[in-house]
């Protein structure tokens, strides 16, 4: 028989179709898309109308111009915006960089009762924002919290203030008990990524001298950076989505004088209104994808930017 002949004779194998794997992804989708993706589309497309003469007409791009262009909206756009940005700034400056020291320090192998520790501090993180805020509230209320005696104790007491009350400083505290409530989230991940750091790397920093918090410096913080920059851009995304906190403690209004209103509560008031004030579908739209973008293009820039560049450690 000749090579042709042969040749023809053979049949190619033919793979199984695994329709298995659509029907259970199906589900999924359906339910992704009802929750997610629909949404999302009705909210970029109602950004682009308005009602008019009580019918909705499209017009383009007349609520960015009018949330942009308009004194009363834009003044309470780029408060919102301000507020949010400074709002991230302190997780990113407070929350991360305690997270990361504290799994450093639980990951050291001669410390005990690190499942208590463990739990404690990621233990916050489950409670509902309802409870955290009102309990804050009172910790911090100058007529029956219990700060005022707290500080009373170590000799502090002339430094405290009614802090939620005052425009100044009620960012800043209503964004450190956001710190207290999630700082767990950072200090587990990065605990996880460096209890997967090899003990042949951890072996042979220290036949070479390298110990105690010079390791953490020089071996386990490159070998973490992935995990940080995860953490980075989770932590992006979720203060760019913040809303139930600042609307437990401070309330819809976000007082005093605006000054912890962020683009979250921002939407809310415009889209469903509040007290006297009727809601606005087209300009809440409008917000939402605004909100949407910033947060497209945070994300954006750090896979194409910033994970790219980031050097990775294959074990």
Partial sequence: MSEAESAID???????????????????????????VLPLIETLRLSFYNTVDGAPAFVGLANYKVLFGDVRWAHDFWNALVNNFMFFVIHMCVQNPIGIALAALL???????????????????????????????????????????????????????????QSGPALIAVSLISNWQYIGIPMMLIYAALLSIPEEVIEAAECDGITGWAQFWKIKLPLILPAIGIISILT????????????????????????????????????????????DRSMGATIATVMFLIILAGVSFYLFAIQRRMRRYQF
Avoid at 237 to 260: C, E, H, K, R
Wanted: proline share 7%; charged share 10%; glycine share 8%.
């Fill in 10 to 36: 053979v049949v190619p194998i033919r793979r199984p179709v695994r329709w298995h794997i659509g029907v259970f992804l199906f589900p999924a989708f359906v339910v992704y898309s009802a929750i997610m």
């Fill in 107 to 165: 990951s050291t192998p001669r410390l005990r009762f690190v499942a208590f520790y463990r739990t404690a501090i990621f233990l916050p993180t489950l409670l509902s924002f309802v409870i955290v805020g009102f309990i804050w509230k009172l910790i911090l209320s100058p007529i029956w919290g219990v700060a005022p005696w707290l500080m009373s104790l170590v000799g502090m007491k002339s430094f405290f203030a009614p802090w939620l009350g």
């Fill in 236 to 279: 992006f995304v979720g203060n760019f989505n913040a809303f139930d906190l600042i609307y437990t403690v401070q309330g819809a209004l976000a007082g005093p004088d605006m000054s912890t209103d962020i683009l979250g509560t921002l939407l809310y008031r415009t889209f469903f209104g509040f007290q006297l004030q009727l809601g």
